[in-house]
């Protein structure tokens, strides 16, 4: 087995073969976005240096920025210390988000709790 192929053997895959990928902007740690990997799409990813991703709704792979030009290009990828999640830092070429914004986490706040307040439900 090669150096790559023991690599991506690591890799806990759910039961459909799939593993999410956080991807971040390498130099500002940024979230832009999620998306799902197989081993295909992971191998593609680390030999190209571009990544690719497996589109659930399609059933195909799908090359980052290959039709919007919004390329991300890898500079590390690292597995979560389960080895079922991949951290892709990248250099974001334009948007990330299809929508055409810089993230994917832009849109409404769901008003997390702050860590230092109590919930009024546990307040006496």
């Not at 890799?11 to 799939?18: F, P, Q």
């Not at 929508?99 to 008003?111: K, Q």
Request: aromatic share 6%.
């Amino acid at each position: 087995m090669t150096d790559l192929e023991t690599r991506i053997a690591q890799v806990a895959w759910n039961s459909d073969g799939l593993t999410p990928a956080i991807v971040q902007q390498w130099d500002t740690r940024e979230v832009l976005m999620l998306a799902w990997l197989d081993a295909e799409a992971l191998r593609r990813t680390l030999t190209t240096g571009r990544t690719t991703y497996w589109s659930r709704s399609r059933q195909e792979y799908w090359r980052k920025g290959d039709t919007s030009g919004n390329i991300q290009r890898i500079h590390e990828a690292r597995l979560d210390c389960d080895g079922d999640a991949i951290l892709l830092l990248v250099d974001q070429t334009g948007p990330a988000c299809h929508t055409g914004t810089r993230t994917c986490f832009d849109a409404a706040d769901l008003e997390a709790v702050d860590g230092l307040a109590v919930p009024e439900s546990d307040a006496e």
